[in-house]
């Protein structure tokens, strides 16, 4: 075989090993600017409750009413694996639901959050907190459950809102009971070049 063909087809060869060894994230477009700003978004989907409990197996209402659920979350992304309550307790301004006699509520509810300064974030976790807000005649309030729903830092990060895909439908960690009680989300993230959170 003539040698300049053999040197070409040696090339070809080294060229196409080597490619397979570089990481997928060095041929992006994306390089991840980690010192813009990230928008972390997160969707609440539903919580599935369809026995109408609490952590403890009875029923939310004794005549077999629905739960009078009250929620509250917030995103931690400083102690995403930590036991409860992780980063801080929850605060009168992270609840975000009230609802009666409804023990499998559809949240679709947004959480956001922005980092200003997200080059040491890997992963984050949408803690929420439910109660059976009874009171009165009906009894005393209950603790339903706590979730953990837990969530990673892509690889690759759109550089824009239009084009961030959302993760596909993901299940949140019950504290107790699972899975007669489950909760559902989604998430994604984007930088954020221009935030005015960030001025």
Same mark, same amino acid.
């Given at each position: 075989?003539?040698?300049?063909?053999?040197?070409?087809?040696?090339?070809?060869?080294? #060229? $196409?090993?080597?490619?397979?060894?570089?990481? &997928?994230?060095?041929?992006?477009?994306?390089?991840?600017?980690?010192?813009?700003?990230?928008?972390?978004?997160?969707? @609440?989907?539903?919580?599935?409750? %369809?026995? !109408?409990?609490?952590?403890?197996?009875?029923?939310? #209402? =004794? =005549?077999?009413?629905?739960?009078?659920?009250?929620? =509250? !979350?917030?995103?931690?992304?400083?102690? %995403?694996?930590?036991?409860?309550?992780?980063?801080?307790? +929850?605060?009168?301004?992270?609840? /975000?639901?009230?609802?009666?006699?409804?023990?499998?509520?559809? &949240?679709?509810?947004?959480?956001?959050?922005?980092?200003?300064?997200?080059?040491?974030? $890997?992963?984050?976790? @949408?803690?929420?907190? +439910? +109660?059976?807000?009874?009171?009165?005649?009906?009894?005393?309030?209950? /603790?339903?459950?706590? =979730?953990?729903?837990?969530?990673?830092?892509?690889?690759?990060?759109?550089?824009?809102?239009?084009?961030?895909?959302?993760?596909?439908?993901?299940?949140?960690?019950?504290?107790?009971?699972?899975?007669?009680? $489950? +909760?559902?989300?989604?998430?994604?993230? /984007?930088?954020? %070049?221009?935030?005015?959170?960030?001025?």
């Amino acid at each position: 075989m003539d040698s300049v063909l053999k040197f070409a087809l040696l090339t070809i060869i080294f #060229d $196409s090993a080597r490619a397979q060894l570089i990481p &997928f994230s060095v041929f992006s477009t994306n390089n991840n600017n980690q010192s813009s700003p990230l928008q972390i978004e997160v969707l @609440l989907l539903r919580f599935d409750n %369809p026995n !109408g409990i609490v952590y403890s197996g009875k029923k939310c #209402d =004794f =005549f077999a009413w629905g739960c009078d659920i009250s929620a =509250f !979350g917030y995103i931690d992304v400083t102690r %995403p694996y930590d036991e409860w309550p992780g980063e801080r307790d +929850m605060r009168g301004s992270d609840h /975000f639901w009230y609802k009666s006699e409804e023990s499998s509520p559809r &949240f679709n509810r947004m959480f956001t959050l922005t980092l200003c300064d997200p080059k040491a974030f $890997s992963a984050g976790n @949408l803690r929420v907190h +439910m +109660m059976d807000i009874d009171g009165g005649l009906r009894g005393a309030d209950d /603790f339903i459950n706590n =979730f953990n729903c837990i969530f990673s830092k892509p690889g690759v990060i759109s550089s824009n809102e239009q084009s961030a895909p959302w993760s596909r439908e993901m299940t949140c960690d019950a504290m107790y009971l699972q899975p007669m009680m $489950s +909760m559902y989300f989604k998430y994604r993230m /984007f930088y954020q %070049p221009n935030s005015w959170a960030c001025k």
